[in-house]
């Protein structure tokens, strides 16, 4: 119902109606009351039409933005798989892969970085703000950020040459518990239950997945075997997890100190000290020659690195995209139906074998996270009255 304060014309008091809705209608001198709400209900209809217009284009988005990061990460999983079976064949049977590292990841920032400038100079286009891509901030935070963000690729795509895809991607999947002692630690932050509660179930998934492999009558068995190349793979991984700790709330606490950083900001800047690192250390090490004399033996695996670095750039994009409209409970859930998608694809892809002790964990550390209230809430049930009781009787 409109009111005097809503409308947007002076009130005079004397051209005005009230119909029988209470609504007020302001009279022009050659109009009487029912053209001027015939006015009015036009007017809502056209509010109405393009609300819905709208609110179509809102599901449009949600399931072109949920698909985007669908499809980015399972191309870019695949490529960092199928990476691994390019070049010469082993004593072993399987090939010598594309183990550049370091350059993997250079070449991931560069994309990630053009990606990034595209977007923060859309956003001072269309949005106003300010454009700048350092954000003031100084410089010193970025190195530190930039550090632990190296690190947890490069030791994670490190792993990928002792352990599977399908180990990689569940064990990455509990970056929960280096975050969550990160926070502690680094941000000061007070841990809640519903976090303790989820690494608690990480945990459970984790040890289902490692520790009940299949049976040795299967093939592919072995690829779960407590071998020194394994043990070290899973090392690997776990370098990887404790620079998440480092690298995440390192990022939160330029956000609340800086208050023109964005995602974007964050993703052209960490990706650019990444990439400068990476730069370094190839040229330290000699990796540039070495992959490039790769890759003209090698042609097919060009191809592979730029669908790595295109999938890499599209899925950072969608979920940045997908969080802004839709919020991070939603961009949970999307990321865990991927990364089940993912160890699916993988399975069957690469013929890797897991037994359906393993698909429970597999299930129990991708569902924690969504899990997790559930479990904290019922706990808080049940001690919350004991704890009542006992103070009662004190």
């Not at 609340?256 to 052209?268: E, R």
């Amino acid at each position: 119902m409109a009111t005097e304060s809503d409308l947007t014309f002076p009130l005079d008091k004397e051209n005005c109606r009230t119909d029988s809705d209470g609504d007020i209608y302001r009279l022009d001198s050659n109009e009487d009351v029912s053209a001027q709400k015939g006015k009015t209900n036009g007017a809502l209809k056209t509010k109405t039409a393009k609300k819905n217009s709208s609110t179509m284009w809102d599901s449009v988005s949600f399931c072109l933005y949920v698909l985007g990061v669908w499809i980015s990460f399972l191309v870019l999983g695949w490529t960092q798989e199928a990476l691994g079976g390019v070049g010469e064949e082993r004593a072993d049977g399987k090939k010598t892969g594309f183990k550049y590292t370091h350059t993997l990841v250079l070449l991931q920032s560069l994309g990630n970085m053009a990606v990034a400038v595209v977007f923060i100079l859309l956003e001072s286009m269309w949005k106003g703000k300010p454009l700048t891509l350092n954000a003031g901030v100084n410089v010193r935070h970025w190195i530190v950020a930039a550090l632990g963000y190296q690190g947890a690729h490069f030791f994670g795509l490190l792993s990928l040459q002792y352990v599977t895809f399908p180990v990689q991607i569940v064990c990455k999947s509990c970056k929960t518990i280096p975050v969550l002692i990160g926070e502690v630690l680094i941000a000061g932050e007070r841990a809640s239950l519903k976090k303790f509660v989820s690494v608690f179930i990480l945990s459970i998934g984790v040890i289902l997945f490692l520790f009940f492999k299949p049976s040795k009558k299967f093939k592919g068995s072995d690829e779960f075997e407590m071998t020194p190349e394994f043990l070290f793979g899973l090392m690997m991984i776990l370098l990887a997890l404790i620079c998440d700790g480092v690298y995440g709330p390192y990022q939160n606490y330029i956000r609340d100190n800086y208050h023109l950083c964005g995602a974007f900001h964050l993703m052209f800047n960490m990706n650019l000290w990444q990439g400068i690192f990476s730069s370094i250390w190839c040229l330290i090490d000699g990796e540039f020659a070495e992959a490039y004399s790769f890759l003209l033996k090698y042609p097919e695996a060009l191809r592979l690195l730029i669908n790595y670095c295109a999938s890499m750039a599209l899925g950072s994009c969608f979920i940045y995209l997908l969080q802004r409209r839709c919020g991070a409970l939603v961009v949970t859930k999307t990321t865990t139906v991927r990364k089940l998608f993912s160890v699916l694809v993988s399975a069957y892809y690469f013929g890797h074998t897991i037994s359906p002790v393993q698909w429970v964990g597999v299930l129990v550390v991708f569902t924690s996270k969504l899990s997790a209230p559930a479990v904290t809430n019922l706990i808080k049930g049940l001690v919350g009255p004991r704890m009542s009781d006992s103070k009662k009787t004190q």
